[in-house]
Nanobody, 127 residues
Framework: QLQLVESGGGLVQPGGSLRLSCAAS????????ITWFRQAPGKEREPLSC????????SYADSVKGRFTISRDDVKNAVYLQMNSLKAEETGIYYC????????????????????WGQGTQVTVSS
């Protein structure tokens, strides 16, 4: 059974940091495009960062560029999102998603293109 499990969420003060983890079972992440999405209350799911399967090249939404870092550990079969300088408006549920995207050949910002999803982890940025 292919499964993604996120962890690492919690309560953090504005300006603080968190490191989210996305662990996979049933398949190896290094063959998939992995994207982190955030869903704020009452809003649509938005893409934050993606890592490519072949060369591990990352890409970021403009809103998180310079503050968030995506990385992959092939030994642990996990992808991470290091989040620094968090803002109150970044409160939400954070999801990791995976897909081969073989027909696209690049990261996608569209949630519907990803076949595998984790259950999400809550991040609350508040003082």
């Amino acid at each position: 059974q292919l499964q993604l499990v996120e962890s690492g969420g919690g309560l953090v003060q504005p300006g603080g940091s968190l490191r989210l983890s996305c662990a996979a079972s049933g398949f190896t992440l290094d063959g998939y495009y992995i994207t982190w999405f955030r869903q704020a209350p009452g809003k649509e799911r938005e893409p934050l960062s993606c890592i490519r399967p072949t060369d591990g090249r990352p890409s970021y939404a403009d809103s998180v560029k310079g503050r968030f870092t995506i990385s992959r550990d092939d030994v642990k079969n996990a992808v991470y999102l290091q989040m620094n300088s968090l803002k109150a408006e970044e409160t939400g549920i954070y999801y990791c998603a995976a897909d081969l995207l073989s027909h696209l050949g690049t990261c996608s910002v569209t949630p519907g293109r990803y076949r595998y999803w984790g259950q999400g982890t809550q991040v609350t940025v508040s003082s």
